[in-house]
């Protein structure tokens, strides 16, 4: 009989403002090298099937180049990655290369339609470690000098994911991050407050980009 995916024992104490807990099997990895200097890790081994742990309950799951290409298997693993952590704010972050773009529209199907979760697409591990020192850096709302800061040194790759999303073009990314400046505004942002920007057909694929929208 297979056991059930345990849920971070951690993820109810959620790490403090600029740091991540990571999952033990990150360490030394280039991923977490490229965060050096901007976010601090905790390392912990019981984090079930989470890659990465964020302030105000948000989990991430990584899904690779090589994970994409070799088949199905990681269905399974984002499957249990929500259903583990059906609480909160589960964001599945995929390597869309080359050689692994094939098989995306399938994977945001899956992650985004029947699942109900949030997909970000990244091109290589540098960038999503770009992407996560954005995600939580992009959380503070205290400082706001320390948050122009980190928007204007992380605008690039947040400014290349929204690109990716149908009907947006450089214009109107770039009038969506004037409005939302981090990723967790613009993911939370309802068709209603996105409509004035960009209308309300590329209001739809932006919040279906994102997240399901009949969930």
């Known amino acids: ?13 959620a790490p ?32 079930g099937v989470v890659d990465f742990c964020l302030s105000n309950k948000t989990c991430v ?22 259903n583990a952590n ?42 999503a470690a770009q992407l996560i020192a954005q995600l939580v850096l992009g959380e503070n709302k205290e400082n706001p000098f320390l948050r122009k800061s980190v928007s204007r040194l992380l605008e690039p790759v947040v400014l290349s994911l929204v690109l990716q999303i149908p009907g947006v073009g450089k214009v109107k990314a770039m009038q969506l991050l004037q409005q939302f400046p981090s990723i967790h505004q613009l993911c939370g942002a309802s ?13 739809q694929h932006i919040t279906a980009f994102f997240h399901s929208q009949f969930t």
């Open 191 to 203: 068709v209603h407050e996105l409509e004035p920007i960009v209308g309300q057909a590329t209001a």
């Open 61 to 82: 799951l990584y899904v690779s180049e090589s994970d994409l290409v070799a088949g199905n298997s990681y269905r399974r693993k984002i499957a249990r990655f929500r």
């Open 16 to 47: 403090p403002y600029g740091q991540i807990i990571s999952h033990q099997k990150w360490r030394g990895s280039s991923l977490l090298q490229s965060l050096r200097g901007s976010v601090k890790t905790i390392f912990e081994e019981e984090l």
């Open 86 to 127: 059906s609480g909160l704010q589960g964001i599945v972050i995929v390597e869309k290369t080359h050689l692994s773009e094939q098989y995306f529209s399938g994977l945001q199907k899956f992650v985004v339609l029947e699942l109900g979760l949030t997909l970000l697409p990244v091109s290589s591990a540098a960038e």
């Open 1 to 13: 009989m297979e056991c059930k995916p345990v849920p971070a024992k951690l993820l109810h104490a």
